[in-house]
């Protein structure tokens, strides 16, 4: 497996940290720009981008998304203003195997978001980010429910795109 990376020009640098900051809190894309040089990197059909030698986000659905390499290189994602859904350990083994996640696994909610934003989820006991997903239900729908399909799991740790970017 052949991975094929290039330094991006200022130009494209500039242009990729503006489309994150219309996604992402400022100070979370400030803080990981701070890791190092931004490189474009492409591993069989998987578009990824390399900060500072860390593999730090995928293209997902033509959408920038944090990896789990990024996410555990930080230290305290909660001020950094993502949003963050803790799961109970019985749902870990479920997300980590790639199921979406279920309203019922959910212990808490940390920051509020909207149908379709991206999310961190943490497992209960560690506080360790196991899986990055798209939200299928707002924080407030979330909140008022008691059952359903509640994130759909894009990234989680021990998938394809985990194990490619190990490097």
């Given at each position: 497996?052949?991975?094929?990376?290039?330094?991006?020009?200022?130009?494209?640098?500039?242009?990729?940290?503006?489309?994150?900051?219309?996604?992402?809190?400022?100070?979370?894309?400030?803080?990981?720009?701070?890791?190092?040089?931004?490189?474009?990197?492409?591993?069989?059909?998987?578009?990824?981008?390399?900060?500072?030698?860390?593999?730090?986000?995928?293209?997902?659905?033509?959408?920038?998304?944090?990896?789990?390499?990024?996410?555990?290189?930080?230290?305290?994602?909660?001020?950094?203003?993502?949003?963050?859904?803790?799961?109970?350990?019985?749902?870990?083994?479920?997300?980590?195997?790639?199921?979406?996640?279920m309203v019922p696994g959910i212990m808490r909610l940390e920051g509020s978001f909207n149908?379709?934003?991206?999310?961190?989820?943490?497992?209960?006991?560690?506080?360790?980010?196991?899986?990055?997903?798209?939200?299928?239900?707002?924080?407030?729908?979330?909140?008022?429910?008691?059952?359903?399909?509640?994130?759909?799991?894009?990234h989680h740790i021990g998938d394809k795109l985990w194990k490619t970017l190990r490097y």
């Open positions: 497996m052949r991975i094929k990376r290039h330094y991006l020009s200022k130009r494209d640098s500039k242009k990729f940290k503006e489309n994150l900051l219309r996604i992402y809190p400022k100070t979370f894309i400030e803080d990981v720009l701070k890791l190092g040089a931004l490189e474009e990197a492409k591993v069989e059909d998987v578009k990824f981008y390399i900060i500072g030698g860390i593999p730090a986000f995928i293209i997902i659905e033509d959408k920038p998304i944090p990896t789990l390499q990024l996410l555990l290189k930080l230290k305290d994602l909660k001020s950094y203003g993502l949003p963050i859904v803790v799961v109970d350990m019985g749902a870990v083994s479920r997300i980590i195997k790639g199921a979406d996640v149908v379709n934003d991206i999310v961190v989820v943490i497992d209960e006991k560690y506080g360790k980010p196991i899986a990055v997903c798209t939200a299928l239900m707002s924080y407030d729908e979330i909140i008022a429910s008691s059952k359903g399909k509640a994130l759909k799991n894009l």
